[in-house]
């Protein structure tokens, strides 16, 4: 069982940048894959990007290839998602989910935060 909570949203004018933190609690956040998702209002919730539990594996949407990078720090139990170039398109909720093998598909996740507010917007 993990425990996940988002942090790091916000308003941001286009073509700028935020990070997102995802702080785990417990003692395997290390043996899990992590991923972001995010669903805008009317929008069914979609894959962003993913890491393995080593951090040596990635994968990311074709939408923010190049302008999105996900890391992870295992001792500080925490995944990040820094965001840069952002669009309006961008805007949405963001959520992590922990994984037991890396998945790019919401049913590959077995665990979930409770989601943060990215609004990219002049």
């Known amino acids: 069982q993990v425990q996940l909570v988002e942090s790091g949203g916000g308003l941001v004018q286009p073509g700028g940048s935020l990070r997102l933190s995802c702080a785990a609690s417990?003692?395997?956040?290390?043996?899990?894959?992590m991923g972001w998702f995010r669903q805008a209002p009317g929008k069914e919730r979609e894959f962003v990007a993913a890491?393995?539990?080593?951090?040596?594996?990635?994968r990311y949407a074709d939408s923010v290839k190049g302008r999105f990078t996900i890391t992870r720090d295992n001792a500080k139990n925490t995944v990040y998602l820094q965001m840069n170039n952002l669009k309006p398109e961008d805007t949405a909720v963001y959520y992590c989910?922990?994984?037991?093998?890396?998945?790019?598909?919401?049913?590959?996740?077995?665990?979930w935060g409770q989601g943060t507010q990215v609004t990219v917007s002049s």
């Open positions: 417990g003692r395997t956040f290390s043996t899990y894959a």
């Open positions: 989910a922990a994984a037991y093998s890396l998945a790019v598909v919401p049913g590959g996740y077995s665990f």
């Open positions: 890491i393995s539990w080593s951090g040596g594996n990635t």
